[in-house]
């Protein structure tokens, strides 16, 4: 059973860049044809896909955020890591790191909220 934890700070200020890890347990993050995303909820709103990296180092992207956001791994540590540039109080969210084979995400890190906020 695959576990994911994420970390990072909780506050970050206006125009800052946003940096969130990954860590994976129970299984590695080159498992073949599996997908490795971040997920993230506004309050009061839906859950946004941000982006993914799979087994293959492939990274995807939201056309909303592409230019704000990068996806990369360190397959030493069995991590991955999303970073949000000129962040606004708008991305004040809870973040979520999510995998499953394919694009069917059946494994959640419990979540982490990032609040953006001078």
């Known amino acids: 059973q695959v576990q994911l934890q994420e970390s990072g700070p909780g506050l970050v200020k206006p125009s800052q860049t946003l940096s969130l890890t990954c860590t994976v347990s129970?299984?590695?993050?080159?498992?073949?044809?599996?997908?490795w995303t971040w997920i993230r909820q506004p309050p009061g709103k839906g859950l946004e896909w941000m982006g993914a990296i799979t087994y293959s180092g492939s990274t995807y992207y939201s056309p909303s955020l592409k230019n704000r956001t990068s996806i990369s791994r360190d397959t030493s540590k069995n991590q991955f890591t999303l970073r949000l540039s000129s962040v606004t109080p708008e991305d004040t969210a809870v973040y979520y790191c999510a995998s499953g084979r394919g694009w069917v995400f059946g494994s959640w890190g419990q979540g982490t909220q990032v609040t953006v906020s001078s």
């Open positions: 129970g299984g590695s993050i080159t498992t073949n044809n599996y997908v």
